[in-house]
Nanobody, 120 residues
């Protein structure tokens, strides 16, 4: 069974930094695109950043220049380095990945989510 496990959320003051991690585990043949989404209370979930297996990245305009998405293909792990955090970045951040398993079936998976709170 494939699963995504996140870590690294928490409380930080405005201007501070946090680093989120998301590791994929299980009967994995290949991890394809990976990324991060976030959802604040009363708002729709939005894309934060994504990265392909080849390293191409995509960012939401609101985080460009402040957040960096990185991946370690050997560890099936994606990271989100968040700098210059703002109170409006407060949200539940969830990892997402397209993963092909040992049966060569590709499915989309979500992590459990991790809370990031930025105080002003």
């Amino acid at each position: 069974q494939v699963r995504l496990v996140e870590s690294g959320g928490g409380l930080v003051q405005a201007g501070g930094s946090l680093r989120l991690s998301c590791a994929a585990s299980g009967r994995i043949y290949r991890v394809n695109a990976m990324g991060w989404y976030r959802q604040a209370p009363g708002k729709q979930r939005e894309l934060v950043a994504t990265t392909t297996s080849g390293g191409n990245t995509n960012y939401a305009d609101s985080v460009k220049g402040r957040f960096t998405v990185l991946r370690d293909n050997a560890k099936n792990t994606v990271y989100l380095q968040m700098n210059s955090l703002k109170p409006e970045d407060t949200s539940v951040y969830s990892c997402n990945a397209d993963i092909t398993d040992y049966l060569y079936i590709t499915q989309n998976y979500w992590g459990q989510g991790t809370q990031v709170t930025v105080s002003s």
